[in-house]
Protein backbone atom coordinates (compact mmCIF):
# COMPACT_ATOMS: atom_id res chain seq x y z
CA UNK A 1 0.00 0.00 0.00
CA UNK A 2 1.50 3.27 -1.25
CA UNK A 3 1.64 5.96 1.06
CA UNK A 4 2.95 9.83 1.06
CA UNK A 5 3.12 11.28 4.31
CA UNK A 6 3.50 15.03 3.49
CA UNK A 7 4.79 18.13 6.04
CA UNK A 8 6.31 21.00 6.61
CA UNK A 9 3.70 23.73 5.97
CA UNK A 10 2.82 26.80 7.99
CA UNK A 11 2.52 30.69 8.33
CA UNK A 12 5.32 32.40 6.61
CA UNK A 13 5.46 36.35 6.16
CA UNK A 14 6.28 37.36 2.89
CA UNK A 15 10.04 37.37 1.62
CA UNK A 16 10.26 33.99 3.88
CA UNK A 17 10.92 30.43 3.12
CA UNK A 18 9.80 27.22 4.43
CA UNK A 19 10.95 23.56 3.30
CA UNK A 20 8.29 20.77 2.56
CA UNK A 21 9.12 16.81 3.41
CA UNK A 22 7.24 14.29 1.97
CA UNK A 23 8.31 10.60 3.14
CA UNK A 24 6.90 7.80 0.95
CA UNK A 25 6.37 3.87 1.92
CA UNK A 26 4.88 0.79 0.14
CA UNK A 27 6.66 1.72 -3.29
CA UNK A 28 10.53 0.88 -4.54
CA UNK A 29 11.05 5.10 -4.05
CA UNK A 30 14.36 5.02 -6.32
CA UNK A 31 11.79 4.48 -9.96
CA UNK A 32 9.27 6.65 -8.83
CA UNK A 33 9.35 10.37 -10.29
CA UNK A 34 8.17 12.38 -7.52
CA UNK A 35 6.40 16.15 -7.35
CA UNK A 36 4.85 18.71 -5.51
CA UNK A 37 1.66 20.04 -6.05
CA UNK A 38 -0.81 22.89 -5.32
CA UNK A 39 -4.01 24.08 -4.83
CA UNK A 40 -5.55 27.34 -3.71
CA UNK A 41 -9.24 28.38 -2.69
CA UNK A 42 -11.10 28.55 -6.37
CA UNK A 43 -8.51 27.09 -8.55
CA UNK A 44 -7.03 23.85 -9.88
CA UNK A 45 -4.33 22.15 -8.87
CA UNK A 46 -1.23 22.84 -10.41
CA UNK A 47 2.19 21.17 -10.41
CA UNK A 48 4.85 23.17 -8.61
CA UNK A 49 7.74 20.73 -9.32
CA UNK A 50 8.91 17.85 -10.61
CA UNK A 51 11.50 15.27 -9.92
CA UNK A 52 12.05 12.41 -11.97
CA UNK A 53 13.83 8.93 -11.23
CA UNK A 54 16.94 10.25 -13.03
CA UNK A 55 17.02 13.51 -10.80
CA UNK A 56 15.73 15.53 -14.17
CA UNK A 57 13.83 18.71 -12.89
CA UNK A 58 10.81 20.97 -13.95
CA UNK A 59 9.55 24.17 -12.32
CA UNK A 60 6.30 26.34 -13.09
CA UNK A 61 7.33 29.32 -14.37
CA UNK A 62 5.64 31.31 -11.35
CA UNK A 63 8.78 29.69 -8.84
CA UNK A 64 11.50 29.09 -11.16
CA UNK A 65 14.42 30.91 -8.98
CA UNK A 66 12.68 30.76 -5.89
CA UNK A 67 11.52 26.81 -5.37
CA UNK A 68 14.07 23.87 -5.48
CA UNK A 69 12.79 20.31 -5.21
CA UNK A 70 15.28 17.21 -4.22
CA UNK A 71 14.87 13.63 -3.40
CA UNK A 72 16.93 11.46 -0.72
CA UNK A 73 16.34 8.01 -1.86
CA UNK A 74 17.80 6.48 1.16
CA UNK A 75 15.88 8.13 3.73
CA UNK A 76 12.71 7.47 0.68
CA UNK A 77 11.66 11.14 0.91
CA UNK A 78 11.05 14.11 -1.48
CA UNK A 79 12.11 17.57 -0.41
CA UNK A 80 10.30 21.54 -1.58
CA UNK A 81 12.55 24.54 -0.84
CA UNK A 82 10.68 27.67 -1.09
CA UNK A 83 12.10 30.91 -0.65
CA UNK A 84 11.37 33.99 -1.33
CA UNK A 85 7.90 33.29 -0.81
CA UNK A 86 5.21 35.45 -2.30
CA UNK A 87 1.42 35.13 -0.83
CA UNK A 88 0.30 34.06 -4.01
CA UNK A 89 2.30 31.27 -3.17
CA UNK A 90 -0.95 30.30 -0.17
CA UNK A 91 -2.12 26.90 -0.97
CA UNK A 92 -2.55 23.57 -0.03
CA UNK A 93 0.89 21.88 -1.09
CA UNK A 94 0.43 17.65 -1.96
CA UNK A 95 3.57 15.36 -2.44
CA UNK A 96 2.62 13.05 -5.78
CA UNK A 97 4.43 9.77 -6.76
CA UNK A 98 4.49 7.76 -9.98
CA UNK A 99 5.81 4.80 -11.41
CA UNK A 100 5.63 5.99 -15.05
CA UNK A 101 8.29 3.66 -16.30
CA UNK A 102 5.78 0.94 -16.11
CA UNK A 103 2.57 3.17 -16.01
CA UNK A 104 1.61 3.35 -12.22
CA UNK A 105 -1.28 5.19 -11.04
CA UNK A 106 -0.89 8.70 -9.55
CA UNK A 107 -0.16 8.56 -5.66
CA UNK A 108 -0.84 11.68 -3.74
CA UNK A 109 0.09 12.79 -0.33
CA UNK A 110 -2.56 14.62 2.13
CA UNK A 111 -1.50 17.93 1.94
CA UNK A 112 0.28 20.49 3.86
CA UNK A 113 -1.32 24.23 4.58
CA UNK A 114 1.49 27.13 3.11
CA UNK A 115 0.35 30.29 4.32
CA UNK A 116 2.46 33.56 3.40
CA UNK A 117 1.03 36.55 4.97
CA UNK A 118 2.09 39.50 6.90
Known amino acids: QVQLVDSGGGLVQPGGSLRLSCIAS????????MGWYRQAPGKQRELVAGITSRRSTEYSDSVKGRFTISRDNAKNAVYLQMDSLKPEDTAIYYCHARDRLHRGPDNWGQGTQVTVSS
Open 26 to 33: GIIFSIYD
